[in-house]
């Protein structure tokens, strides 16, 4: 977090959190202190970013009754900040991918930008408790654990 302020676009007097995202300088996310429509968390320390690592592995991907149910649960997932939920939608669109990338076909829209959203997120935030790129967090995975992601 950066600040609690005023904001410049709004000309009322409710106080917001200022957030820069580490990996992402040139943006800024205000979030109002007295919403409850924005879940807030810290993040991962590193023991934890690696113990979380290590149970990927063990991460469930969910079912689904059909194709249409797949995107509401998606959009939950991203509304929760649910570490564990993002870890298996990342692996769910990763094994559909796999599966119909050796039938030559590949994943929609939807689904490719669900996982990259996803992978922002998860590794955005891994990255930031073990010091290191979020471009190196799926090698570090794959190193630890030999899962794909």
């Not at 202190?33 to 991962?44: A, E, F, G, P, Y």
């Amino acid at each position: 977090m950066d600040a609690i302020s005023k904001t410049d676009f709004s000309d009322n007097d409710k106080l917001y959190y200022r957030l820069i995202p580490k990996f992402e300088s040139n943006r800024t996310i205000s979030i109002p202190v007295d919403t409850n429509k924005v879940m807030m968390r810290d993040i991962m320390t590193k023991g934890e970013a690696q113990n979380f690592i290590l149970s990927w592995p063990y991460v469930k991907c969910r079912g689904y009754k059909n194709d249409k149910e797949r995107p509401q649960i998606y959009k939950q997932i991203f509304q929760s900040g649910s570490c564990t939920e993002l870890a298996a939608m990342i692996k769910e669109i990763t094994q559909m991918e796999q599966s119909r990338k050796s039938k030559g076909r590949v994943l929609n829209i939807r689904e490719k930008d669900g996982v990259n959203n996803a992978r922002r997120l998860l590794f955005g935030e891994l990255a930031a408790a073990l010091d290191i790129c979020p471009d190196t967090v799926p090698g570090y995975i794959h190193d630890l654990t030999g899962c794909i992601c």
